[in-house]
């Protein structure tokens, strides 16, 4: 028996059988919501508060909805998106919310790390999940790829997986890689220009290409990134079209992967940019169901940490 | 026995006893509450979403409210008011708000006919409530302006109504026309300064005024239409005082109109622009009548959509 | 018996029984909510309202998690901060949200005396709430300072308390001196640079002082003010530092007080502008206690004017 999780602001480190188990209670709210209950009540009088410092509506709204069918009430602080909030600033926000006995903070905020300095920071029972902090990690949506991956292929130990795009950036990368090497994936691929790579010292378990080409040939995933597009300026590529015949995915590139790869994306997509429209549409695209698959997984996480 | 509705976005060839069935309902809602019933738990456990692409405090905040009475929760889906959202973008979004299974979604939107574009692509149970769609069709107004004639003047057949002020550009006058033209109104006159006035071929059951002195003669219900400030500089007239002094509703006009004519408004009210204070806050008005039935004739809608 | 509050606009004038019956109903709150019950339901299917004509992210989310420990919905009633929303359009907007049946509605807004307003004009039985009108009022802090010194200090009758900082223009000080005065405090010290206090004749009730060394002296409780760095220019101080020596509150100063006294500060603090960070943080503050009073005290307010 596992302790409870408390806090959830990254995948890395984070045992195998912490992320099946919340992968199985994701399946086990999708089944309760499926037989027609909607509320399930195992939250019920507890608050929970959502805190973004970036503007977001579909993050937001997952865990809304998510907070609201386990019957939890949820507040949203309205925070002015130019506010810096760093520091004591921060903290003396954070000491306030505890005060007025907040359950938990689902905090977004542009420099990585904000999290778990509100973790090491709250004096109370607090719990606090990360709903994206900078570059570095967006543990619900690496838990969210990794049951729609499961639902399809449940053995990671024969998975190849390929993700291109702006790699470098990318929190969602960061979370996918530790969610799908703990949980034993065969071979993780990362594609992009050299610009928008990490270093390979940084991301030792995966393998490094620039050719999308190649990165894909018998993937039985490919994960495109959205493309930031005012970091277009910054990068050896001159318009968004060279960037779609590069990096792209397309049909024929889809035809290299293996038979059934899936094709998923965290949204909201650039068609034409980092994936073709009629690959976005179709039917091998998972990328609703990773949205249907995100609410079940935020209701695990709040449940492994507040339900009694 | 008719179908249920599953969407509104329009009243135009909406069947009369569909809207008499929403009227009806309406009357049901607005007794459930009048007797103490706070909550009636009709949609308890189902998500209602706002997705508005315009600013709106009132008509949002009267959706939220009537979906609230009825036990749903309701999520209000925060969108840049300058985003243009609009051919895919807007679809992926729809797509999106499906995936987390959303039981109906109410969209305000400036370009017309977008409501109707979401239903065509919805792909799930979703249910479409339109809050208002640039010039063309709020038929939540319409069915709450038809409710507040009939509550006075239950007989349509002999009404007479004109419908003041900008015509062109109203959402409101056309829903309004629908739904008193379908109920059999006698007569619906339609007047206003030549630059703000449609086509006539547009809608056929009217008649056209350019005097409002004449237009009011005898009218049973006096619709005075919010004169968007910003379009004044558009039309052939000087100031505000001006219009007012030609089309505005003052207490020597109101006289002409048939004895107890009933004043209505959409709001909100630019007084002494459409309508003199002393009209608007007078015996005649019915306009705070009209936000009450608002609230009810929205929980109509709701209930006849998403209860089981 | 005393009759049952109906509005709270300000604490001036209010019976002495009035006050401490709301504090004792605020300890009921608390230990209501301390015994693990989540939810109290009094009142269940009330509608609140939040019409913040500033903007606020802790008061308004206070009032929110109050109404909602209560079992009410919570409107927020979303305003564009730069409306000036006065007059005629004020009593609009009022009474549109009165044709919606709201039970109470919570205001804040920069005029002095808009709450009062609300009240003459408010038609049905609808409670206004004073979240802060300008220099004038902000009676739930009051209540919600006097609670937390009676915590800790029940008898008020050999109470001396200072307050320090920009007393002029602050609602924080007015409420907080009515509500001291009322409970028979025995010294209420003003404190501040001359340009920042407001005239003797209008708090007659109070000493100044414009030397903060010798207003602590032997106090028992110490309420530092948050500086609104937009009037430093204002004022006669060079700068930030200049003024953390001449008011800041500190450890020296602290020293000056009696055994014991407490620190309060209305938040957000202004670290080395009005109060040392050690001062903040350290074994005397009580700020985060006057937070979580807060909700305890708004809880009081609103069960005492909505619940039947």
């Not at 999290?115 to 994206?132: T, W, Y």
């Not at 059934?260 to 976005?280: F, Q």
Request: hydrophobic share 40%.
């Amino acid at each position: 028996m596992l302790t409870r999780l408390r806090h959830l602001t990254t995948l890395e480190n984070l045992p195998r059988e912490c992320i099946e188990r919340l992968l199985d209670r994701s399946i086990t709210m999708r089944d309760a919501c499926a037989h027609g209950t909607r509320k399930l009540n195992l939250l019920n009088g507890r608050t929970i508060l959502n805190l973004f410092f970036e503007p977001s509506t579909r993050t937001r709204t997952s865990f809304e909805l998510a907070a609201r069918r386990l019957g939890a009430d949820v507040i949203n602080f309205n925070i002015s998106f130019s506010s810096t909030a760093k520091g004591e600033e921060l903290f003396d926000t954070l000491h306030t919310l505890e005060a007025m006995h907040m359950d938990a903070i689902i905090v977004r905020h542009k420099v990585s790390g904000t999290p778990d300095e509100l973790v090491k920071h709250a004096m109370s029972g607090v719990s606090v999940i990360n709903a994206g902090d900078g570059d570095r990690a967006h543990p619900t949506q690496g838990l969210l790829d990794a049951l729609t991956i499961r639902q399809h292929k449940p053995d990671f130990s024969r998975l190849i997986v390929v993700i291109c795009g702006d790699v470098k950036h990318s929190r969602v990368a960061r979370s996918d890689v530790h969610a799908f090497s703990t949980l034993g994936a065969k071979e993780i691929r990362l594609c992009g220009p050299a610009a928008l790579m990490p270093e390979a010292s940084e991301l030792p378990a995966c393998t490094f290409y620039d050719d999308f080409d190649k990165a894909i040939e018998g993937a039985d995933v490919a994960i495109t990134l959205r493309l930031q597009k005012e970091r277009m300026a910054s990068i050896d590529l001159p318009d968004e079209a060279a960037y779609f015949r590069a990096y792209g995915l397309d049909t024929r590139r889809l035809a290299k992967a293996a038979h059934g790869c899936l094709v998923m994306h965290p949204g909201p997509i650039n068609r034409g940019v980092e994936i073709a429209p009629d690959v976005a549409d179709g039917p091998q695209s998972r990328i609703l169901e990773q949205v249907g698959n995100g609410v079940f997984v935020r209701m695990a996480v709040l449940a492994e940490m507040l339900a009694r």
